[in-house]
């Protein structure tokens, strides 16, 4: 794209200096010869006046009283049918100007100068046309670069984003390019983005309540079916226990499915060391909390590993140190422990300031809800970008404020290029 950019642009100076170059030169040169004839027409006429008063005198031709009219370098000759042919001045060659004027008696003179002079300053003239052109040329080349690259880098960014979009990486970009149309483009991919968040945060929780209501219905038919199981007569005990094991069946089937569906939504996350990541975001926000007065403090283990993505990670945990900088007070706390159930570990930030009122605790992950008139959005992203990486997003203490991101540890065939072995367990 950079390189058609430039190319367009330099095509189009090219045609331009050529264009108005061409015709410049060219007039250029005109102007010059018709400058040099004039100035030796001027110079004939002259010659011819001051013979005509020599005739008019009844006076002999004499060319040595008209010398100081003839150019240095030209060469006059006097044509009359009286005084018959007169000649003054050195040779001039074949390249010459020529210029002739009538004199009384039905003569002429012919006034002939080298023409090297005209063709110097012609060439001057055409070289600095060319010049101008070429500098003109060299100009919009530069322009065109700068003009390129300006434009270039925005659409490299935001192509960029549209494939972190597509790849699942929800996360607003308030990076703008003063092009409207650029602008635009990045506005559209960041509400889009906002939707897809949502989209995605709902089609979790509806997965989640529809699991729920099929395991509810499901343990209550097994159980039915167990106790149908005890009855007397042994076809029905046979069909109920035919049945309990349809029911077991469609168990593993529904455990199967939503594990399919948790993977397909994990898909680009990956093992990360939160003892690496974590203190890199601590220092990006460490001057913003400065700046206000505060202080950040960071606690994490060393070897602490959670699944995720790591560029979601990072807008979560940003979104939570933002919404403390804007609603907390004192110094924020960023910790990373492992979690009191197996195989999670947690990630909290926590601030010393007056926490959630307890009207808002129900609504701080609501999209558009804000009790600070901020947009709202933040902790709605923030969810379902942790949602969409496995994890879970809570506002585990109202006050002090503490949010608990909630991860899992990756497994065994989670790290690639690493065997594993198998474990050994009890027959």
Known sequence: MRRRILLAILLAVLVTGVALGAPLGVTGVLLVDNFHREELANSAQRIAAALDNQFAN?????????????????????????????????STGDDVIVEKAPIAGGGHIVLA???????????????????????SVGIGALVATITARRLARPLRHVADRAARLGAGDFRPDGRRYAVAELDMVADALDAS???????VQRERQLVGDVSHQLRSRLTALQL????????????????AHAALEQSDRLAGALDELLAAARAASEVGTEPVALSDILPEISDEWRDVLRAEGRSLRLRVADGLMARATPARLREVIGVLLDNAVRHGDGTVTLTARRGDADGTVVVEV???????????????????????????????????????????LELSTRRPATFSLFLRVPTAGDIPAVEWPNERVPR
């Open 193 to 199: 983005g906002t939707a897809l968040a949502q989209l």
């Open 58 to 90: 009844h006076r002999d031709l004499n060319l040595r009283h008209i010398r100081a009219a003839v150019p240095r370098d030209a060469h006059l000759t006097v044509e009359h049918p009286a005084e018959g042919v007169v000649e003054w001045g050195a």
């Open 224 to 239: 039915r079916l167990e106790a149908i199981g005890l009855h007397q007569d042994p076809d029905v005990a046979e069909e």
């Open 113 to 135: 100068r080298p023409s090297e002079n005209m063709r110097e300053q012609q060439a001057q003239v055409a070289a600095a046309v060319v010049f101008v052109v070429v500098l």
């Open 350 to 392: 926590s601030d010393a300031g007056h926490g959630v009122p307890e009207e808002l605790v129900p609504h701080v992950f609501d999209r558009g809800f804000s009790g600070a008139g901020s947009t709202g959005v933040g902790l709605a992203l923030a969810r379902a970008l942790a949602e969409a990486d496995g994890g879970r």
